[in-house]
Nanobody, 115 residues
Framework: QVQLVESGGGSVQAGGSLRLSCAAS????????INWYRQAPGKERELVAA???????NLADSVKGRFTISRSIAKNTVYLQMNSLKPEDTAAYYC?????????WGQGTQVTVSS
């Protein structure tokens, strides 16, 4: 099974940027889709961005124009570039991978945006 490890979280002021990384222990090219989810305290987990094996991407409406999802197949890593951060982006961000019936999760990384 592929293990996922997130990094890049931290604390920034509103308007700032962060880049999250999701490093996989195996080839991400074999994974059907890799997603970024987030969960704020007291709220349900929300799908933020997705990238498929073919490279197609999708972003939640709440982050379109501010976030970008990309990947490096050579590094087996998926990135979430987050610009123009808002306090409402504060959450724990999780990397998720799905292939067939297999689903994997990373441990999460905290993003805190102050006003």
């Amino acid at each position: 099974q592929v293990q996922l490890v997130e990094s890049g979280g931290g604390s920034v002021q509103a308007g700032g940027s962060l880049r999250l990384s999701c490093a996989a222990s195996g080839s991400i090219f074999s994974i059907d889709v890799i997603n970024w989810y987030r969960q704020a305290p007291g709220k349900e987990r929300e799908l933020v961005a997705a990238i498929t094996r073919s490279g197609s991407t999708n972003l939640a409406d709440s982050v379109k124009g501010r976030f970008t999802i990309s990947r490096s197949i050579a590094k087996n890593t998926v990135y979430l570039q987050m610009n123009s951060l808002k306090p409402e982006d504060t959450a724990a961000y999780y990397c998720n991978a799905r292939t067939g019936s297999w689903v994997g999760w990373g441990q999460g990384t905290q993003v805190t945006v102050s006003s």
